[in-house]
């Protein structure tokens, strides 16, 4: 090739790569693979992250910076003045995903908002047992006795009709099991091939799934469709990897983006590393040590009190939270309304000695604690803080079996009912209180596996239920006062800590912040 036609092809090369705008992938490390897709079954965050955040859409969405609900597949809603009733209007010409597996004959409308919460709440709806998980959220905030019927009131318009008032019905929708799903691809699918709702999902979401390798990747590409403005990265990948180190290793390897729940002693090394930069922001979040009151010895309060002051929390928190965490003395943080500064289980091991004989275990017991193989936001560092809990119970007589159980696993087998102690966390949907308690102590989850403590008292459950059928925050302050000092005179929990939410980027990506309610948006995200 001669000197001058070299020159034409380098000048038309570069003429097409100047015309031409290359959007990038946009690769996240995260820690876990999720449950599956049908995300109404299950109740991880894992789950929601890879399943309701990605590819579905709610009625409506928690602006965690503004504070307040606000539209999203509905444009707008109005409650009824005697509060039994709320009318959402729907966003027009939404499209559903186009897939190899399903092409959509229409937009979304109200027979999709309808199927949607009846397969939830109706026993004899022909989708009702379609989840063989059941139903975790909608079951503990008891929406089958709260809802007595989703109404088509046209094609545009849903009306929610409630047996009684209900303050947080609006907020409960932003959660990821209100997620809208397709009748249409529904009824081509029937019930006997549900489980294909879990495993190809068809959302309105600004991404569609694409592939899944369980333990190692999820594969997005961009909803061409999507309502919203267009996602700034071409495709999203969820590189599953368990191990924090790793994560952080593979953003500094640019071979991830963005990394996921990091070591709290990786995110102090990073704030001095100018190949990462660390974004973060105070969860809306509780870790804690459940014990399952329904197993013996724990059914006995004193039990319960005495392994609380038995555990040294001070040593626990400087080990695995490196001082980026606060200590929790209740369920929920501190900035939360109706919050109150209860006496913390002061470190006492004689005094937990004491307890354990007059609860008639003065040679202590033998139990077991669970944990989780890989760290998250909730707990960074899961086999140190079970060998820490392990020695201190082996001070005051208790000799614990330490148990590592694959993440799946051990949600599956702690919403059953089998754990003894249990390793866990919680985070909130939106700011308020009733996120933590209904979940966590209602009687009704008990039955649906999320209440991890186990415990049904009527008081607790009275307290409860009653500031939800108010909208006024002094009456409902009262009420959740009452359950926060149930709670904590049960010692149904140790509170271990309210951490910082964190994830370490590339330094060449924009836009992506950190949820305090542990949700994740990478709409916007770009790599530059």
Known sequence: MTPTRLHALAATLLTLGAATTWAKPLT??????????????YNSLTTTNASADVLFNRLVDYDAGAGKVVPSLAEKWEASADGLSYTFTLRRNVQFHSTD?????????????????????????PWYRSAPNGYPHAQSFQLGKIVKAVKKVDDYTVRFELSQPEATFVPLLTMGFASIYSAEYAAKLTPAKAAELNSKPIGTGPFILKSYQKDAVIRYDVNPAYFGAKPKADRLIYAI????TVRV??????????????????????????????VDTHAFATAFIAFNSQHKPFDNAKVRQALNIAFDKQTYLKRVFDGTATAADGPYPPNTWSYVNLPDYSYDPAKAKQLLADAGFPNGFATTIWIRPSGSTLNPNPRAGGELLQADLARVGVKAELKVIEWGELIKRAKAGEHDILFMGWS???GDPDNFLTPQFACASVE???NFARYCDANLDKA???AK???DQTARSKQYETAQKIIHDQALWIPLAHPVAAALTTPNVAGYKVNPFGRQDFSSVSVN
């Open 101 to 125: 597996y399903f092409k959509p004959g229409r937009a979304l409308n109200a027979d999709d908002v309808v199927f949607t919460f009846e397969r939830m709440l109706e026993a004899n709806h």
């Open 464 to 466: 409860i239920a009653t």
């Open 448 to 450: 649906s596996g999320l």
């Open 249 to 278: 290793q593979k953003v500094k390897a640019g071979e991830c983006q963005i990394a996921l729940s990091p070591k709290p002693q990786d995110v102090l090394a990073a704030r001095a590393d100018k190949s990462v930069k660390v």
């Open 428 to 430: 909130g949907d939106n």
């Open 28 to 41: 996240v490390c995260t820690e876990a693979s999720p449950d599956g897709f049908d995300v109404v079954q």
């Open 241 to 244: 990897t368990p191990d924090a």
């Open 469 to 471: 059928k108010t909208a």
